[in-house]
């Protein structure tokens, strides 16, 4: 008998992690109590860097309902150094983080001292009670600015550098009818979830284990990071996801927090619960994004890319953490973007300075690349009088030319190429959806006091990171069916997504799926949530799980039936024999444990592809800009949840309009962050966009996966840079304005407006 399949991959199924979250029954972080629990503050480095000369916390231990103050003296001798997970380049090993600082202080939020007490705010009255002498050093705030070495003996404040590229690009330089260099920068911003970090460690003195509850994204790779840094059996320390207020890439990171709060969990043997506040959080979390560059493009005189060379400077805050480095490889890797470029040449300079690390945040390094690259191309069509899709539609790789090597690119990385797709019709969907050429007579045109522009941006974006992910699905008594997975969930909707794979693999009815993820219980091993991987190796490996699950009902269904195989399917939950005769997935259940594991193990990524346009309006006297239409299209190869991969795009368009407009990360000449409150800190909010649009192609899929499946998620973000800053620079054309950094604030724009016109004036 044939069964039906695919009745729900592929449509647009309702969240089924909705309902608790309306109806506010979500269990997060801060939701968890327990009787004798202790609350935990953490006291932050106020300096950019100093020397610590002295702790004095005599009087903070002495106050009541104070239980410990941790320093780095209770630490022991060797503060542990938090691991490099990605971008493990050994020229990063010197700068990594020790979990608490000992000796000095290298940025202000550094963790010092935890205080734990019977209350929070006991905790924090005690830790202003606490004492530290500094002996204050020069802050280093920028690239070969400040005369201190952040470490000693390291050679001016430079982590790595190195040269990456493929082809002769200089000879294409020298044989290039038309040469053009600029430099560009993206500031320094954060991804912003909205709940800030959070955990409850709880130390069983009888068992000698730890529970760590509030962890995510990759918990199975922070429970080996913790047990080796307490000396721990990995077995003894189970991490424990539970809901979780957003991701994008900061989120779940193994920060010092994640060693001091269960340091003092089974110190103390007491439950200890730490809720991280919204100022320390813009002090703490990873930052990220803050690349500049000069890159220079050589052309033939019709538009044809010959060579793409530069230098990229990557700003990595005080230390590298545990990702910090797939920043600027990623920014280098991505500097050709979908683009036939035969050379490409690209010096990578990650530099150290007195401000929080960084980390990855939502298509790390694409952000920043295809700002870069797609201002050039405009500026390049200006110059040669050419349309700027045309030029574009020229270059772009064709599908004939897939899988397209880009080897070279990221040191640490083996061979990798863009993998199927049709980067031109997406390109034309998206010119069509603004409609270009029809909008064509008003690029830079006044209207009721505003400019208007429309600008394009292409983009090629990575995802589906091996090595393997696992899942396990299990046929409860009651007929109902578990799927455990060792991704994790960040808000994605990965529980409806990994419930429709399974709904559509056991045919059973989908409100009888229950999805657990991330949480080191479940598995003996999971790889987590990020680089859009979940659904491409979490969902195949739930697959996996599903075909070996479906063998093993059918033949306890045999057995039950006395039918063979052949004549069996699955439907409703039901085994049903092609004579009629039926026996439902609780009956077999009883006869004992049913389940299946699986696994998919990969290491050849996804490239999704598309193409934004935006139309905007430029008001000249105040610098404001207007999104009076933006349309994203993404190819993501298969859409196992159209919904779900929409409300991604559109939340993706968001945050990167608030980093092209709002998200900006101040410094002082101090290394003080000036802006670490919402008060100050701008981000986007749900009316301030309204004019979005995202389509979501299915026109090439992926040969790496059984689902055939792209990465989808972070392709919102990518291009969203580039479109606007173009469809500003080209409101503002007329004015001979020029876009070259980010963020496009009012006051920004109003100078660049105001320093145009003024030399006119003059001549």
């Not at 000796?103 to 924090?124: N, S």
């Not at 920060?255 to 269960?262: A, C, G, K």
């Not at 419930?499 to 999805?515: E, H, K, N, Y």
Request: charged fraction near 20%; aromatic fraction near 6%; proline fraction near 5%.
């Amino acid at each position: 008998m044939t069964a039906p399949v695919n009745l729900l991959v592929g449509s647009a199924v309702e969240r089924m992690e909705d309902a608790r979250f309306l109806a506010g029954t979500g269990t997060f972080a801060d939701d968890l109590i327990r009787e004798d629990m202790l609350h935990a503050v953490i006291l932050r480095s106020p300096v950019a860097h100093a020397r610590i000369v002295k702790i004095d916390a005599a009087v903070a231990l002495e106050m009541a309902g104070v239980h410990a103050v941790i320093t780095a003296a209770d630490i022991g001798a060797d503060i542990p150094l938090i691991p490099l997970r990605l971008a493990p380049m050994v020229e990063f090993e010197p700068f990594r983080q020790p979990v608490i600082a000992s000796d000095k202080v290298r940025y202000v939020g550094e963790p010092i001292a935890l205080v734990v007490a019977r209350c929070r705010a006991l905790a924090e009255d005690a830790l202003e009670a606490i004492e530290v002498q500094f002996e204050t050093l020069t802050a280093v705030t920028g690239r070969g600015v400040g005369a201190d070495a952040l470490f000693d003996g390291a050679n001016e404040n430079v982590a790595v550098q190195y040269d990456a590229g493929f082809g002769e690009v200089d000879t294409a330089f020298i044989g290039a009818d038309y040469i053009r260099t600029e430099c560009f920068s993206v500031q320094r911003h954060t991804a912003l979830p909205m709940e800030t970090r959070g955990l409850l460690a709880e130390w069983d003195i009888a068992s000698r284990r730890l529970v760590v509850s509030g962890a995510t994204k990759v918990t199975f790779y922070n429970r080996r990071t913790l047990a080796s840094m307490l000396g721990m059996r990995t077995e003894d320390i189970d991490l424990i996801e539970i809901d979780v207020g957003g991701g994008f890439g900061v989120r779940g990171e193994f920060y010092p927090e994640d060693f001091l709060v269960p340091f003092a969990a089974r110190r103390l043997e007491r439950p200890v619960k730490w809720i991280e506040d919204r100022r320390e959080h813009l002090m703490a979390i990873n930052h990220s994004r803050d690349v500049a560059c000069e890159l220079s493009i050589a052309c033939r005189s019709d538009g044809l890319f010959l060579g793409l060379r530069g230098k990229l400077f990557s700003d990595m805050g005080a230390y590298i953490r545990t990702n910090g480095g797939v920043v600027p490889a990623k920014a280098a890797q991505f500097l050709p973007g979908p683009y036939r470029i035969p050379h490409v040449g690209i010096s990578v300079e990650a530099f150290l300075t007195s401000k929080t690390p960084v980390g990855t945040y939502r298509g790390p390094g694409r952000f920043e690349a295809n700002f870069f690259r797609e201002r050039l191309i405009d500026m390049v069509a200006a110059d040669l009088g050419i349309d700027p899709a045309e030029i574009r539609r020229k270059n772009l790789i064709t599908e004939a030319e897939l899988p397209y090597p880009i080897d070279g690119l990221v040191p640490y990385e083996g061979s990798t190429a863009y993998d199927t797709g049709n980067y031109l019709a997406g390109f034309k969907r998206a010119l069509d959806e603004i409609g270009w050429h029809e909008k064509m007579d008003l690029q830079g045109k006044l209207i009721d006091g505003v400019r208007h522009g429309i600008g394009l941006g292409c983009f090629v974006e990575s995802g589906g990171a091996g090595p393997k992910e696992n899942a396990l699905l299990t046929v409860e008594v009651d007929g109902s069916l578990t799927v455990a997975v060792g991704s994790s969930v960040l808000g994605q909707g990965l529980e409806t997504v990994l419930g429709q794979i399974a709904a559509d693999m056991l045919s059973i009815p989908f409100d009888r799926i229950r999805v657990l993820h991330g949480s080191t219980t479940l598995l003996d091993e999971g790889f987590g949530t990020y680089h859009s991987r979940a659904v491409v190796m979490g969902g195949s490996a739930v697959l996996d799980a599903g075909k070996k699950l479906r063998e093993k009902i059918l033949a306890r269904g045999a057995e039950r039936l006395g039918r063979p195989n052949s004549e069996l399917i699955v439907l409703d939950g039901n085994v049903v024999a092609a004579n009629g005769a039926t026996v439902s997935f609780a009956s077999l259940a009883s006869d004992g444990a049913l389940s299946a594991s699986g696994t998919f193990s990969n290491n050849q990524r996804t490239y999704s592809y598309g193409t934004h346009a935006a139309h905007v309006t430029v008001d000249p006297r105040t610098g404001a800009v207007e999104i009076l239409d933006y349309v994203a299209v993404e190819d993501v190869g298969r859409a196992i949840n159209p919904a779900v991969v929409h409300g991604q795009a559109i939340g993706a368009i968001v945050q990167g309009l608030g980093g092209v407009f709002l998200d900006h990360l101040i410094y002082d000449e101090e290394g003080q962050l000036l802006n670490a409150s919402l008060a100050d800190y701008l981000v986007p909010t749900a009316s301030d966009y309204p004019a979005l649009r995202a389509i979501t192609l299915e026109l090439c899929r992926s040969p790496s996966n059984p689902l055939g499946a792209k990465g989808a998620g972070e392709g919102g973000i990518v291009a969203v840079a580039a479109a606007t800053a173009n469809a500003v620079a080209a409101a503002l054309a007329p004015l001979n304005v020029q876009i070259h950094h980010l963020p496009l604030t009012p006051p920004r724009l109003w100078r660049l407006i105001k320093d145009a016109r003024e030399p006119a004036a003059a001549a």
